[in-house]
């Protein structure tokens, strides 16, 4: 396998494991906002819902965190895809261009 495609490979897996934090991540944080606004609705404990709400804080930091690595890994990512037009027909680059927009809607 050549460097280019190598790097592909490589790219393209990282970019689509950011993909899935982001998901998993903004999942995660509706479903803490869920939870603290039922534990508040039903009058729980005040330190059982200051501990949601402690968690709900550490949800909601990873998003921008995940969502800016991931923003990063895309625009090396098309970089590569642009300077790769030697592999053009090859099956890493159309997985590394598939990879690209499936990032972008998570972005969008």
Do not use: W
């Not at 479903?31 to 729980?44: I, P």
């Not at 200051?50 to 921008?64: F, G, R, T, Y």
Request: charged content about 35%; some cysteine.
């Amino acid at each position: 396998m050549s460097d280019v495609k190598r790097q592909l490979k490589i790219k393209t897996g990282s970019v689509r494991r950011l993909a899935k934090e982001v998901v998993m991540y903004k999942k995660d944080e509706e479903t803490e906002t869920a939870r603290v606004n039922r534990m508040k609705a039903d009058g729980s404990d005040a330190s059982d819902i200051k501990h949601a709400e402690q968690v709900l804080a550490e949800a909601s930091m990873m998003v921008p965190d995940t969502r800016q690595r991931l923003e990063t890994a895309l625009t090396d990512l098309q970089q590569c895809l642009s300077q790769s037009n030697k592999v053009a027909d090859s099956e890493e680059f159309q997985q590394a261009k598939l990879a690209a927009s499936d990032a972008e809607a998570v972005l969008a």
